[in-house]
């Protein structure tokens, strides 16, 4: 089967960096979009950053200008490098991604959501 899996989360001071990567696995025909949400406690999840197939990614205002998102179409990997983190970035974020892929003989396509991966900033 398919899945997305996450690494990259922790602990950073304010001001700090981090990488997230996410990695699509699986018999996966094609990656249609690819893109990063996260969920604060007691918030909504919401869409941090997204890419399509083509490029052309789009941002959440709150972090347009600090985050960077950015795929390796060969590796079916995307990444979301973030500087200047702030403590209101502290969030699970989820991996995303719209693809296409064999299950059981069939092709499907379908939205897949990674485990999520903490981001905590605080000193």
């Known amino acids: 089967q398919v899945q997305l899996v996450e690494s990259g989360g922790g602990l950073v001071q304010p001001g700090g960096s981090l990488r997230l990567s996410c990695v699509a696995s699986?018999?996966?025909?094609?990656?249609?979009?690819m893109g990063w949400y996260r969920q604060a406690p007691g918030k909504q999840r919401e869409l941090v950053a997204g890419?399509?197939?083509?490029?052309?990614?789009n941002y959440a205002d709150s972090v347009k200008g600090r985050f960077t998102i950015f795929r390796d179409n060969a590796k079916n990997t995307v990444y979301l490098q973030m500087n200047n983190l702030k403590p209101e970035d502290t969030a699970v974020y989820y991996c995303?991604?719209?693809?296409?892929?064999?299950?059981?003989?069939?092709?499907?396509?379908?939205?897949?959501w990674g485990q999520g991966t903490q981001v905590t900033v605080s000193s």
């Open positions: 699986g018999i996966i025909f094609s990656i249609n979009a």
């Open positions: 995303h991604a719209d693809l296409s892929y064999l299950s059981d003989y069939v092709r499907k396509r379908d939205d897949i």
């Open positions: 890419i399509p197939s083509g490029g052309g990614a």
